[in-house]
């Protein structure tokens, strides 16, 4: 059971980084994106490099000297949340999903401006929500993946609801909505694939926009 918490928990902080990485387009009157963007992979891609090779040795040093109580508070709280929702390999090799989900909006946005919304879309619905449904209710598997059939239509119709109310047009939302459930689960590290296939199938098909600046 505590499992199964754990792994809600771990999908609905997914989620919630993955509405973050819209602010830098909800914000584009007044920041550039792809600053932020560049800005978080040089962040992300520190942080797993730390982890992965372990902390240089005078910082590591300075982590014994005694800290405010309320930054050990802080970093102690941080350190219980992070130990929920690491998945094992990550205990491994480092948070590999979180540069993983920075690598695919960020060079999705790279590539498509602001098209990437459906991309980030597709990552809360199709991938966040579709994993909290099928940790929960998931009975039946879909062959030659690790999803479940439960989940993954909860994944589809979200987005494709998702996007009809947004007003883009049935056939275009039943297309983007299949590519983006079929890329999480056949497309290996979907938190690459979701973004970046779902975006690309937006543009394809001429689609604008979910917000126009």
């Known amino acids: 059971m505590n499992k199964v918490i754990n792994e809600i928990l771990r999908k609905a902080l997914h989620i919630l980084l993955s509405l973050l990485l819209l602010a830098p387009i909800l914000m584009k009157p007044w920041i550039r994106p792809e600053g932020i963007y560049a800005i978080a992979l040089i962040v992300g891609g520190w942080i797993y490099s730390m982890q992965v090779r ?11 000297i005694p800290q405010p ?22 205990r491994r090799t ?8 920075l ?10 401006g602001d098209l ?13 929500l579709s994993a909290i449904v099928g940790i929960s209710l998931g009975r039946t598997k879909v062959p030659f993946s690790d999803g479940s059939l439960e989940g993954t239509l ?3 119709l979200s987005y494709l609801i998702a996007l009809l109310l947004l ?3 049935p056939t275009n939302s039943v297309v983007i909505a299949v590519v983006s459930t079929l890329s999480e689960l056949y497309g290996g590290e979907d938190n690459i694939s979701v973004p970046l296939a779902s975006t690309l ?3 394809l098909l001429g689609v604008p926009p979910l917000i126009s600046q």
């Open 154 to 156: 909860a994944g589809f």
């Open 116 to 128: 990437v919304m459906y991309g980030i879309l597709a990552l809360v619905l199709t991938d966040g």
């Open 103 to 112: 690598l695919g909006v960020s060079s999705t946005y790279f590539l498509f």
């Open 201 to 203: 199938t937006a543009f």
């Open 69 to 90: 109580k309320g930054v050990e508070v802080a970093v102690e709280a941080f350190n219980r949340l992070v130990s929920l929702v690491e998945r094992d390999y990550e």
């Open 94 to 101: 480092g948070w590999l999903g979180m540069l993983s989900g």
């Open 54 to 64: 372990g902390l240089p040795h005078r910082l590591k040093a300075s982590m014994h």
């Open 167 to 169: 007003g883009i047009n």
